[in-house]
């Protein structure tokens, strides 16, 4: 009776071998997006990349009203990509006086500097594009950045440099890399025709 089931076993074994299939090599993920690799993140700042497009179309900027709210002793979120004249709500969860201080990243200038205590909210509409610092003077810990594009499209590259800019339709656009060090800043035209196009920036 015990020798019947190891047989059986056995064969059901050799029967499962003989039909595994020969490995196939493992086929690299298809990234869905125009993808590449930017200049990394220099002094704590994220490289950002937009795509802009000849004429006017809608992307995946632009759309509601987003925020930057405080709770926690942080903002969150700590990155946010604006399209020009997108109105931008600055709130405050937490039972803490705070302050949002916005100023251009790169001359440092104050664009304004309010409190905003619990339950506050503060609009502000972009209407110049570029980079953003924003802080709480009363917590220097508290730091986000804001960019602001005319693109319809746009991310924030990874801490190393990669993006992907996910469900462009097809067309010619212009790809912009907007880097902390203004000698990384590149600007290209770029054909996207299928779903995955690859952007050399000549980034090692
Ligand atoms: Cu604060």
């Known amino acids: 009776m015990i020798r019947t089931c190891v047989l059986a076993i056995a064969i059901g074994l050799a029967s499962c071998s003989n039909s595994t299939p020969e490995s196939v090599p493992e086929e690299m993920p298809l990234i869905q997006g125009v993808f590449g690799q930017a200049p990394p993140t220099a002094n704590g700042i994220t490289s950002v990349v937009t795509l802009d497009a000849p004429t006017l ?6 759309q509601g009203n987003p925020t930057i709210d405080q709770l926690g002793l ?10 020009l004249g997108q109105t931008v709500g600055f709130t405050n969860s937490e039972s803490i006086g ?8 790169e001359s440092d200038s104050t664009v304004f500097n309010t409190d ?8 502000y509409i972009f209407d110049e594009a570029g980079a953003y610092n924003v802080t709480c003077d009363v917590h220097p ?41 203004p000698d990384y800043r590149t600007e290209q035209i770029v054909e996207v025709n299928t779903l995955s196009t690859e952007v050399d920036l000549g980034v090692q």
């Open 57 to 62: 179309i809608q992307g995946s900027l632009g």
């Open 141 to 181: 810990g508290m730091q986000a950045m804001i960019y602001v594009t005319d693109a319809p499209f746009g991310v924030f590259a990874e801490e190393n440099g990669n993006f992907v800019i996910p469900d462009v339709p097809e067309g010619t656009y212009t790809l912009s890399v907007w880097s902390f060090n």
């Open 98 to 105: 705070h302050n949002v201080h916005l100023s251009v990243l």
């Open 116 to 123: 905003t205590d619990t339950s506050e909210r503060v609009d």
């Open 74 to 83: 942080e903002f969150t979120p700590k990155q946010l990509l604006v399209q």
